[in-house]
């Protein structure tokens, strides 16, 4: 690492920790039962806008990110009903089989220019919906699956048992995934790889001449960060205990959608951005239940408004601010304070 | 494969209007970004918005079918002149951006019509009754005529872009943005006609689709797929490749629902699609600066 | 044996031949000048070699080692390296951070495990090193925390060879170096081009449009025109050859006349 990485500043651990615990006893603080079912939504939509995000780094934005959250979905809940796995088998072997579905897909979908792959991603997951909603002996076809089985208890020995099946219960035991997932999503992208995917994405031609294999870069990225769709996806598959695959669905086109519009809104420069999109616009509209048919136009406003007037999203250009009026600015240089204006991309 | 003869025929023939429709979508979708560099992802909105609009002036107003179709091509086509100046125009050639103004339109624009309509399907008046009979088969009236009048309107838009003297920049801008400033027509005004012609064919189908299918709010998201299918293809820029593309999808789409099934009839596409990225992506980045 | 070598490379689109059966050898610390009018196909023929187009026919030959059709990273662990010509550069690093990307290999090798190695983390130490090395050679050391896109013209260009070269590679190809430099500039990279083949025996290609350049700084300079080879000398015998005059005439006087 240089003295001075330019890309992204270091996560306070003391700050990230207090999110976390934050993140952790906020629904128990608002009282009744239906937040934790809120925040387990909030957090599963944190992990597929941050896993989206992971995608960006390449430069390519994926519009069928929730194809692979129902390949995680139905994989796990048909493996915990069909064939009696239980949950902490079912959930990983879910992730890997939207990984293995992203692998197939990869390298066609990754040949072309970021335009194609858009709209590739797109059809990749209207597919996969369609294959789903079709697919009556498997999955119940229009009806949907219902009755997928919660988590069992766990027993540690000599403190008896720990139920995951309440729907309290149920967060911690997303939030144990969820964390960790971001965590490692967090550490790929400080790594050699995150530095190398970035390259890609500014100057593939000259990343692939200083020998970075770039298809085999970008592949990894693809099926890494589908695979983490996936996980999202057998998460709310057992915390739902139901599913179905209708086009106003969980995994419908119009969600691919929103999880771009976290994306941006929060901030697509910054690693928490999307997680911060995905957490006030999944709040708003969980609880603005009433108006429920009108949130997609708000949304879509919002989306369109912070494209125009803010290119770097909430969080980014909360941080430009700190950057060009916080403490560091008014004890540099005016040429430092230029750049620091300048810095971003 | 227990499939009777006369369904087979039926869908053999639902397929190919559907394959015009289709044609419609992927003709607009391939002007707008050969034109403009933008991928209107919301395009599946404007024809859905179109057959909307049709639904008006048929129904609510109770004017004549055809006539409304071509009132709902010039008001939509302007919706879509309103949409590039208003919207799109700042972002040319770029990638990120207008990806989320199409994700936000089309999340505003379902929303609105689910809102105002509804999201129980509605129909159309039909195109005409009836059916003629080919080879002892019954042929419905509607179906011939969607592919009749798809066909003027492709027609039309082949001799515009061959004759006219904008027509000619147009596809010549295609190949290259410098070529066309040479005939003295400026690109953003290219870009505004192509959004207008693209927007009016897009609205012509969902009319369309409208009267021989049916209108629902979320009719546009197959149309866009498969438009974008379409271009993949048969290239960008290629009048007869999108219709030889567009013919074939929609016969496709057509028959094989019938024959294995709708399960395994919705991976072809995609299938379809893989094979010719990995044997022959070209036109697909040979396109990009 | 030469460390670089085309035969009857070819590259042709569609009905148009752009490359026509070029033969090149480059014998190891040479510079080979790679000139000829607009359009004649140098830039097409630095693709070809560099991995980066698909030859027709013909073949490629790195250190006597058939390397045909490779891609351009498999080219680059062989010790193959390119420049390029517009400045395609890594716009939201610093300077210092473009460059350890340059060093990639030395990094973290080729090879499956070598994404193993990325995703761990784990850089060889010597990195920085080479870094700093490529930093030196190219004067951009006290630039090192300067992000990329805020450097001048002629900076850039230098980062472009920086980047290059902390790969340590074996065989350059510079597309158009000194294009839109001014006169200093333009010495600050021929001289260190120069170094390159002077302090570390690096075998150069490089494709110019400025004569005085190519000329001053060229063992041996090979003459394109149409896509065929028109001409392939020392700069004193390329100059005098008719067929060179003759193509620089029909097409504009303004290169030439720079001789």
Not at chain 3, 38 to 51: D, E, P, R
Not at chain 3, 109 to 133: F, M
Request: glycine share 12%; proline share 5%; hydrophobic share 50%.
């Amino acid at each position: 690492m240089s003295a001075r990485s330019s890309s992204r500043r270091l996560l306070a651990p003391a700050g990230v920790i207090a999110l976390v615990a934050l993140m952790a006893v906020a629904p128990g603080v608002m009282g009744s039962a239906y937040w934790y079912a809120i925040f387990t939504t909030v957090i599963i939509n944190v992990l597929l806008a941050t896993s989206l995000r992971t995608i960006f780094l390449v430069g390519r934005i994926s519009l069928g990110h929730v194809g692979f959250m129902l390949v995680g979905a139905y994989g796990s809940a048909l493996l915990s009903m069909r064939v009696g796995w239980p949950l902490w088998a079912t959930i990983p072997v879910a992730a890997l089989m939207a990984a293995a579905v992203a692998l197939i897909v990869a390298y066609p979908f990754l040949r072309v220019a970021g335009v194609y792959f858009a709209m590739l991603t797109l059809l990749a997951a209207e597919t996969l919906r369609l294959v789903a909603f079709n697919w009556k002996s498997m999955t119940g076809a229009s009806f949907g699956l219902s009755g997928i089985p919660g988590p069992g208890p766990l027993h540690i020995p000599l403190l008896g048992a720990i139920e995951f099946g309440r729907v309290d219960r149920y967060y911690y035991l997303a939030l144990l995934v969820v964390v960790p997932s971001l965590l490692v999503l967090y550490l790929l992208e400080r790594s050699d790889l995150g530095l190398k995917w970035r390259a890609i994405r500014d100057g593939e031609p000259l990343a692939q001449s200083v020998g970075v294999p770039v298809m085999t870069y970008k592949m990894a990225n693809f099926v890494i960060a589908c695979f983490f769709a996936g996980l999202a996806g057998a998460l709310y598959a057992h915390g739902q205990r139901g599913l179905d695959a209708e086009a106003t669905s969980r995994f419908g086109a119009l969600m691919s959608m929103y999880l771009v519009v976290y994306m941006v809104v929060g901030g697509e420069g910054s690693f928490l951005g999307p997680a911060v999109g995905a957490t006030l616009l999944t709040l708003i509209s969980q609880l603005a239940n009433s108006a429920k048919e009108y949130q997609p136009i708000v949304v879509g406003v919002i989306a369109i408004l912070a494209t125009i007037a803010m290119p770097d999203g909430i969080a980014g250009g909360a941080g430009r601010a700190w950057r060009r009026w916080g403490p560091a600015a008014a004890r540099a240089k005016p040429r430092e304070v230029e750049h620091a204006g300048a810095g971003d991309s | 494969m227990d499939v009777s003869p006369q369904l087979l025929w039926q869908s053999l023939i639902n397929g190919f209007a559907l394959g015009w429709l289709y044609i419609l979508m992927a003709l607009g979708l391939s002007l707008i970004f050969g034109i403009t560099r933008i991928m209107q992802f919301a395009h599946g909105e404007i024809y859905m918005v179109g057959g909307y609009v049709v639904y008006l002036f048929s129904v609510s107003l109770h004017l004549n079918l055809y006539l409304s179709i071509l009132l709902a091509m010039v008001i939509v086509g302007a919706f879509g002149l309103l949409l590039y100046y208003g919207l799109f125009k700042r972002f040319s050639g770029q990638m990120v951006n207008p990806i989320i103004i199409s994700v936000g339109l089309t999340l505003i624009l379902q929303s609105a019509m689910i809102v105002t309509f509804g999201l129980s399907q509605r129909n159309l008046p039909r195109l005409a009754q009836g059916h003629f009979t080919v080879l002892g088969s019954p042929v419905p009236q509607d179906r011939i005529l969607v592919i009749g009048v798809s066909f003027v309107l492709v027609l039309a838009l082949y001799v515009a872009l061959k004759k006219h003297r904008y027509g000619q920049a147009m596809v010549a801008s295609v190949q290259s943005p410098e070529g066309a400033l040479l005939q003295g027509i400026s690109h953003v005004r290219m870009g505004a006609i192509s959004m207008f012609l693209g927007s009016a064919l897009a609205a012509a189908g969902g009319g369309l689709a409208g009267s021989v299918f049916q209108l629902t709010p979320f009719m546009g998201n197959q149309p866009l797929i498969k438009g974008l299918v379409i271009i993949v293809l048969g290239g960008l820029g290629s009048i007869p490749g999108v219709v030889a593309g567009g013919i074939m999808l929609g016969v496709l789409d057509g028959v094989m629902p019938v024959v294995i099934g709708s399960g395994w009839a919705a991976i072809i596409p995609l299938v379809i699609v893989m094979i010719v990225l990995i044997v022959k992506p070209t036109g697909l980045w040979g396109y990009e600066r | 044996m030469p460390a670089l070598e085309t035969r009857s490379l070819s590259k042709w689109f569609g009905g148009l031949t752009a490359v026509d059966g070029v033969d090149l050898d480059v014998d190891p610390g040479e510079i080979l000048g790679l000139i000829g009018p607009n359009g004649a196909g140098k830039s097409t023929t630095l693709g070809l070699i560099s991995g980066f187009l698909p030859p027709s026919a013909g073949q490629v030959l790195l250190d006597g080692t058939d390397v045909t059709g490779h891609p351009p990273h498999r080219l680059a662990s062989r010790g193959l390296a390119r420049m390029f010509q517009q400045n395609v550069l890594f716009g939201s690093c610093t300077v210092y951070d473009s460059v350890q990307i340059g060093a990639h290999l030395q990094a973290v090798g080729s090879g499956p495990r070598a994404v193993l190695r990325a995703l761990a983390g784990r850089r060889r130490a010597s990195v920085a090193h080479d870094v700093w090395n490529a930093l030196d050679f190219a004067g951009l050391a006290d630039d090192a925390d300067t992000l990329a896109t805020s450097l001048p013209h002629g900076k850039k260009r230098l980062l472009g060879l920086a980047i290059t070269l902390a790969g340590r590679p074996k065989v350059l190809l510079l597309d158009e170096p000194v294009t839109g430099m001014n006169a200093d500039e333009t010495r600050t990279m021929l001289g260190i081009v120069s170094r390159l083949r002077d302090e570390r025996g690096m075998t150069l290609v490089l494709v110019e449009h400025n004569m005085e350049a190519v000329m001053s700084i060229c063992d041996r300079i090979c003459v394109l025109n149409f896509g065929r080879r028109i001409a392939y000398g020392t700069p004193a015998e390329v100059s005098d050859d008719p067929a060179v005059i003759d193509a620089y005439l029909g097409v504009g006087t303004d290169d030439f006349v720079n001789l």
